[in-house]
């Protein structure tokens, strides 16, 4: 049986623009890939992150 929350981030792909809930000092982040529940985010404040899906539940965001 898999995980339940390993698909939480499955909707995510390169380019979509994201936030870290945990991190709001990072920024907005754009998605640069998500392979197999490890989406790599490229945030404005914090540079590329690895951030493993089925802990963290990323944010979609807007640009402002």
Known sequence: MSD?????NAFLE???LVTHPAQPDWGLG?????????ITVNFREAGKVV?????????????T
Request: proline content about 10%; charged content about 20%; glycine content about 10%.
């Open 14 to 16: 390169p380019g979509m």
């Open 4 to 8: 339940p929350n390993s698909d939480l």
């Open 30 to 38: 754009q998605v640069q890939s998500n392979i197999r529940g490890k």
């Open 51 to 63: 951030i493993d899906g089925s802990r963290v539940l990323l944010m979609p965001a807007t640009e």
